[in-house]
């Protein structure tokens, strides 16, 4: 039986990216949990932990907590370089590029080094629950955990138990999310679950719409803005997710629903082949220079 959220007192986020950073901060910041990071990478990791400092640092320059609570926060923080150094968790959270094949093999790892009642959950935004949980040798503890990017802005978290995820899983889940703040909504194990299968034929048709000429990348964005009240156009959005992400995302679509409608755009592809992330390469669809 996996644990009840009461009994969950340390984290482990398998990822120091911006989500994975999101996702800790957040944890232990708000839930009040032990949160370790794992990333095989020195400089990603040294990089999200300066970039968790910064967050917390501004925090405290906007009256959103005080000095004490920025350190009281920080010392609940700790780090490590690979899965076998992970001193104990009761909950992990996988925040890995959306590879299918690297998160079963951290899957596969995370079942070797972790007693057994260890519930994992993947931040994946589209590949298949089921697929990644049969990797691990209690896939009954393995369920979807969408965090929405920026984490600690995005109230919303996508629920998304696979064929073999247990009650007391997703239970422990739902009630883990609501500790962090969260609003939750279910989805089933399908492509894109919620979010995504409906944002990302949205932006992928934006581009779309860049490539054959119909519009400029401003005014596109320009008419979603002020056309249809969204806080940001499809184009900047993209750019802000990453190209990258987007493109595996329609690539998952496509090859999982084979409908052609979900084809990913030449020129998503042609700026991911270019390095053309987005904001986090510095350019993307539009520039982003350097801050001083």
């Not at 232990?28 to 990071?37: I, S, W, Y």
């Not at 209690?138 to 369920?143: Q, R």
């Not at 995005?154 to 009650?167: A, H, N, R, W, Y």
């Not at 090859?255 to 992330?277: C, E, F, I, M, T």
Request: hydrophobic share 40%.
């Amino acid at each position: 039986m996996s644990s009840s959220v009461n009994s969950i007192k340390k984290m482990c986020v398998v990822g120091a990216g911006q989500m994975g950073i999101g996702i800790g901060l957040v944890a232990a910041r708000v839930a009040k949990l032990e949160v370790q990071f794992v990333d095989s990478n020195p400089v990603q990791l040294e990089k999200g932990l300066s970039f968790l400092d910064r967050l917390l640092v501004k925090d405290v320059a906007k009256g959103k907590c005080t000095e004490d609570e920025r350190a009281e926060v920080r010392s609940r923080i700790t780090s490590v370089s690979a899965i076998s150094q992970i001193s104990s968790a009761d909950f992990v959270v996988e925040a890995v590029s959306e590879n299918v094949e690297l998160k079963r093999k951290i899957f596969a790892e995370l079942s070797e080094s972790l007693p057994e009642n260890t519930i994992l959950a993947t931040n994946t935004s589209s590949i298949s629950i089921t697929k990644i949980a049969s990797a691990a040798k209690k896939p009954e503890n393995v369920i979807g955990m969408h965090f929405m990017n920026p984490v600690p802005v995005m109230k919303l978290v996508e629920i998304i138990p696979g064929l073999q995820t247990s009650q007391a899983t997703l239970d422990t889940t739902l009630d883990l999310a609501r500790k962090m703040g969260k609003t939750t909504a279910m989805s089933q194990d399908v492509p894109g679950f919620i979010a995504n299968r409906l944002l990302m034929p949205y932006i992928n048709e934006a581009i779309i719409a860049l490539q054959e000429g119909i519009a400029t990348k401003e005014d596109i964005d320009t008419t979603m803005k002020l056309g249809t009240n969204n806080p940001m156009g499809p184009l900047t959005l993209a750019d802000f997710i990453g190209l990258d992400t987007c493109l595996a995302i329609m690539k998952v679509l496509h090859n999982d629903l084979g409908d052609s409608k979900y084809r990913p755009a030449v020129l998503l592809q042609k700026y991911v082949d270019a390095g053309w992330l987005g904001v986090k390469s510095g350019k993307g669809i539009y520039e982003y220079p350097a801050k001083n």
